[in-house]
């Protein structure tokens, strides 16, 4: 039986490692992670992240072929494959800080499999890393092999969260990078053979380690590579602006490589996609502040969604914390609701710095157990009772579906619904009363009348 360690219990290896699990019952998969609590949250009933589909896959498996442990050393040693899907920041100090990714982690994983390896490995990089990082990983293995024998593939992800568990059923396509010589064309075969159970062989591709990491790198970026069905409008969107964990990160890591090869004014077009990102929320805030008479100082604002996106529990570089920032920053009392967000998560996202959350959940800052201004509340209508305006920031579906009637009878006059994600009927929430804004649609007449936002 082929042995598969996944280093990394978190977006990206947990569910890849559980539809693995299911789709070769003859694989043996091992989730290992130093965090304790994460490990026994996926061996529990409450699994530690929201994917729709995804607890039925590990309850089909878990115990059976699927394992989660924090026995990380012993995992490693007893395995064939090794996924490495641990964090990459951005630097936040030192060279390249703001930009660059950081790969402390990804480099100490590598030296634990150089360490405790006592046979031959195939190391699978799955992490969102920078372009030539398996040329490094590489490297750091063969100085410290001990006569064994280390392959390097570069295996991306092209998951969207909130469809993941149907992103790894019926992939666009399966990249796998490795070296162009025997031992790296066996190594492709062998992960080749694993997602050949259920993935058809014209949609696994094969190519070098440079290759792969670029493609994964240019997806991030441009979403125009041919094969991408997230182009379109399941993807391009008008909203308060873009999260999740990948996005941003490839972006700053794009100019990072841009500057350090000379290329200035390709690195600086790049820069300008985040801030014009960053620009968006802003502006956001400012069109909630100026049409509530410019101040929305102890005023009941309810924010409707916080993660980046629906179908998930993930925040990271979600929209909704700066936008939640920048109100209580003008002084606003919160009431958040997001279905698949935990008070503890959002209390901590309001207070830490930009890129703390990009690190292992246990080196994070523990989360206050309150905070000022800010209420979580466990049920739409009871966020917006009493409030003043109300910011849909996350496109749950059951956002569209609220009864705006018992919603407006429940808020302080005049009502106001700024819709950062487009989800809402505007014409018919005016008639019902409610002063709309809507991202890039025509401004309500009351609107208009206020002071223009920068």
């Not at 405790?116 to 410290?144: C, F, G, M, Q």
């Amino acid at each position: 039986m082929v042995k598969i360690c996944c280093i990394g219990a978190g977006y990206v290896g947990g569910p890849t490692m559980a539809v693995i699990a299911l789709k070769c019952p003859n694989v043996q998969v091992t989730v290992v992670d130093i965090a304790e609590q994460r490990i026994n949250a996926w061996n529990s009933d409450t699994l530690p992240i929201y994917e729709p589909g995804l607890d039925d896959v590990v309850k089909k498996c878990r115990g059976k072929n699927l394992f989660f442990s924090t026995q990380v050393e012993k995992n490693i040693a007893d395995s064939d494959i090794i996924f490495v899907s641990v964090n990459t920041p951005t630097k936040t100090q030192g060279l390249g800080a703001g930009k660059a990714a950081d790969l402390t982690y990804w480099e100490s994983a590598a030296r634990m499999i150089a360490d405790v390896s006592k046979s031959d490995k195939i190391v699978v990089e799955k992490s969102t890393v920078p372009v030539k990082t398996a040329e490094a990983i590489e490297r750091i293995l063969t100085h410290n092999k001990k006569g064994i024998n280390f392959t390097i593939l570069s295996n991306p992800e092209f998951l969207a969260e909130g469809t993941a568990i149907q992103d790894l059923y019926n992939p666009d396509r399966v990249l796998i990078g490795g070296r162009e010589t025997p031992d790296g064309q066996k190594a492709i075969n062998a992960l080749r053979d694993v997602y050949a159970n259920w993935v058809p062989k014209e949609r696994i591709l094969c190519t070098n380690l440079w290759s792969a990491e670029l493609s994964k790198l240019a997806a991030n970026v441009s979403h125009s590579i041919g094969t991408d069905s997230r182009i379109g409008p399941k993807f391009l969107n008008a909203s308060v602006g873009f999260g999740g964990s990948c996005f941003q990160k490839d972006i700053l890591n794009l100019v990072y490589i841009c500057e350090c090869n000379g290329l200035p004014e390709v690195a600086n077009y790049w820069k300008q996609v985040v801030k014009v990102n960053d620009y968006q929320k802003s502006r956001f805030v400012n069109r909630v502040v100026s049409s509530m008479f410019n101040t929305v100082s102890s005023k009941k604002i309810a924010i409707l969604g916080f993660a980046f996106k629906k179908d998930t529990g993930d925040t990271r570089e979600a929209p909704a914390i700066d936008v939640c920032k920048g109100l209580l920053g003008d002084k606003a009392r919160l009431s958040i609701y997001d279905p698949q967000v935990t008070e503890d998560q959002i209390l901590k996202d309001l207070s830490m710095k930009k890129f703390d959350k990009d690190h292992p959940s246990h080196l994070q800052p523990a989360s206050p157990t309150s905070i000022k201004q800010v209420s979580i509340v466990s049920d739409a209508y009871q966020a917006v009772k009493d409030s003043h305006g109300i910011c849909i920031l996350t496109e749950w579906d059951e956002f569209k579906k609220l009864d705006y009637q018992k919603v407006f009878d429940s808020m302080q006059k005049p009502a106001f619904i700024f819709d950062g994600r487009n989800i809402v009927d505007a014409h018919q929430l005016r008639k019902i009363g409610f002063i709309v804004y809507c991202i890039g649609k025509p401004l309500d007449p009351w609107l208009k009348d206020m002071p223009s936002v920068a």
